[in-house]
């Protein structure tokens, strides 16, 4: 970018569904199922939807407005606003870069799938939790996780318009498609309705445990993408035509969406096989393939939903990408291309040490063993959730009432009757409540 003229989405829809593409991807597919199940399931979803409107939605807001109104990247976007505040911008950059130490690898996960399909996948007496497992102590994690990261290179170094907006208007539309499908198939299947009370009927002594309270904000950030530069970096491509609050609402609602459905495809599959709901990150891995195994054409379908999977992780993975190429291309005065070269590179070699690195470490509400854990963990529980408190504090503190006044009314052109509520949540509520969480689960 540097001397370049700063690029913008065409229009609303489009700054929806780029947006959107940003937050659903393997956070809403693949990550929130496990979690969700490891935390109670119906319980675990009712404090997630609060968290989305009570803390999400205006942590979303806050960096949509740092983002259009300094049409900048995370950092030159804070430092312009409030120079000592760039620090927030740089722990967004941090957190881009720590997830793109494990991101890569899950979604190539994916890949492997969708090519395995054509393959043994569904052979007879084939078992999937221990073909799952072979599958990740062999050469193809590596190979997968680097196709991964060049698919994304190529779009990113095409740009804005012709690289995240075509890949957006194409893959979001898809995977709606094809979820809803699943979802009206596994109904049928035996054993299902076990699934659908898990999922659905709360256990309120559960919901509200510090645990499954910190999970669920957790979740929140990570499934919207807040809390990392992304949405303050795609801000700085909305027009200023671009209604903020209409917009973080109908990512926030698509997000939701799309997660209730994979909560919908996958607990009663996973009922259905006779699958702990605990199983963790493999969860779709493993559960998925059973809902296939018994429909006709089974490789097809699981070649199609694989796909789209790994076409949903890509619109995240652009995404963050994105974050640390618009840092370095603007920052260093670089050019898109060595900018893009450069990101590109770091993720691939973070990933290669963080999925050949054994890392135990004794930390609440962390049980991984891997460096590729401990990056999950450190972005969704410690940075992620900092970084949407300390967003708050700055637009509902630091800046005047005028400048969040006029981002969400387009400076006096359209009405914002959410004004005063959002403000009073990014003042008070998201803040609190964020700050509790964090140091209930920690001290």
Not at 142 to 152: A, D, E, S
Not at 335 to 345: F, L, M, N, V
Not at 396 to 415: A, H, S, V, Y
Request: charged share 10%; hydrophobic share 55%; net charge positive.
């Amino acid at each position: 970018m540097g001397a370049e003229t700063r690029a913008s989405f065409g229009g609303r829809l489009v700054a929806i569904l780029a947006a959107a593409g940003s937050a659903i991807g393997l956070g809403s597919i693949w990550r929130f199922p496990y979690v969700a199940g490891e935390n109670g399931g119906a319980a675990f979803l009712l404090v997630y939807l609060l968290a989305i409107f009570v803390v999400g939605i205006p942590v979303m807001v806050a960096e949509f407005a740092v983002g259009r109104a300094t049409k900048k990247n995370a950092v030159g976007g804070y430092r312009q606003l409030a120079k000592g505040w760039r620090w927030l911008g740089y722990s967004g950059i941090i957190a881009a870069l720590f997830i793109s130490g494990y991101y890569y690898i899950i979604a190539g996960w994916s890949l492997e799938y969708f090519v395995n399909s054509f393959g043994s996948l569904y052979n007879e007496g084939v078992d999937f939790r221990t073909q799952f497992g072979i599958f990740q102590t062999s050469w193809r994690p590596l190979l997968y996780m680097v196709i991964f990261v060049v698919l994304t290179h190529i779009i990113i170094v095409r740009g804005v318009q012709d690289g995240i907006e075509k890949a957006s208007k194409v893959m979001m539309p898809m995977l709606f498609v094809i979820l809803i499908f699943m979802a009206i198939w596994v109904a049928f299947m035996p054993g299902a309705g076990a699934g659908y009370e898990f999922f659905l009927k709360p256990d309120f002594a559960k919901a509200f445990s510090a645990d499954t309270i910190f999970s669920a904000v957790g979740q929140a950030f990570f499934s919207l993408s807040v809390g990392m530069g992304c949405m303050v970096t795609y801000a700085s491509y909305f027009d200023k035509k671009t209604n903020l609050v209409g917009t973080s609402f109908s990512v926030s609602l698509l997000t939701l969406v799309v997660a209730i459905l994979a909560g919908l495809v996958i607990f009663p599959a996973v009922f259905s096989a006779g699958i702990a709901p605990s199983e963790g990150t493999s969860l779709v891995f493993v559960s998925l393939p059973e809902v296939f195994k018994g429909m006709p054409l089974p490789s097809l379908f699981s070649a199609i939903f694989f796909l789209l999977l790994a076409l949903a992780s890509l619109t995240s993975t652009i995404s963050f990408h994105e974050v640390l190429t618009a840092y370095i291309s603007e920052e260093f005065g670089m050019s898109r291309k060595w900018a893009t070269t450069i990101t590109s590179t770091l993720s691939v070699v973070l990933c290669v040490v963080a999925m050949y690195t054994a890392f135990d470490v004794s930390i609440p509400g962390y049980n991984g063993t891997m460096l590729s854990d401990l990056f999950d963990f450190i972005t969704a529980s410690v940075i992620l959730p900092l970084g949407g408190l300390f967003t708050c504090l700055f637009v509902g503190w630091r800046m005047k009432p005028d400048f969040l006044r006029g981002e969400l009314t387009n400076q006096g052109t359209i009405k914002s009757r959410l004004y005063h509520v959002l403000l009073f949540l990014m003042r008070y509520v998201s803040p609190l409540l964020i700050g509790y969480i964090f140091v209930s689960n920690f001290v």
